[in-house]
């Protein structure tokens, strides 16, 4: 993928955090939250009923924690863009081990460039392999 990325391009988005974002967070649990995303063209191709995923970064599970889908478009807040998400938790996370070996998976942004701001995205291939590695990701 080359130059600005389309609707088409965008298979699900992806929100990246430290830590998850809810303490004592129960698999299968959904929960209502809003992120900060970096003001970007990208914002304007954000939309509500998109899907999205949480990748947790770090040393301890990196990976995709929970998935959602996008519940309000893009607002300005105090802090900057924020975007609405209704997220759940997976029963267990997707390794990033198990992405970087997938040879479609591997050349996502998200692995490439993990320091890159929010939000980053899946291609639709890409998406159908996390969909793949965790059952309960297909139903979201």
């Known amino acids: 993928m080359t130059g600005r990325l389309t609707r088409d391009d965008v298979g699900c988005w992806v929100l990246?955090?430290?830590r998850l974002p809810e303490p004592g967070?129960?698999?299968?649990?959904a929960v209502e939250l809003t992120r900060c995303v970096?003001?970007?063209y990208?914002?304007?191709?954000?939309a509500p009923g998109d899907p999205v995923l949480l990748w947790c970064s770090g040393r301890v599970d990196p990976g995709v924690h929970a998935t959602g889908t996008v519940t309000a478009g893009v607002q300005d807040s105090a802090d900057?863009?924020?975007?609405?998400?209704?997220w759940a938790l997976l029963p267990a996370p997707v390794p990033r081990e198990a992405l970087l070996a997938d040879p479609v998976a591997r050349d996502a942004e998200v692995l490439r460039m993990p320091a890159g701001s929010n939000p980053s995205w899946l291609s639709p291939a890409q998406w159908a392999v996390v969909r793949a590695l965790s059952p309960t990701a297909a139903r979201t």
């Open 38 to 40: 970096r003001p970007s």
């Open 25 to 29: 967070w129960a698999p299968g649990t």
């Open 42 to 46: 990208r914002l304007g191709l954000m």
């Open 80 to 86: 900057g863009p924020v975007v609405g998400v209704r």
């Open 16 to 18: 990246k955090s430290s």
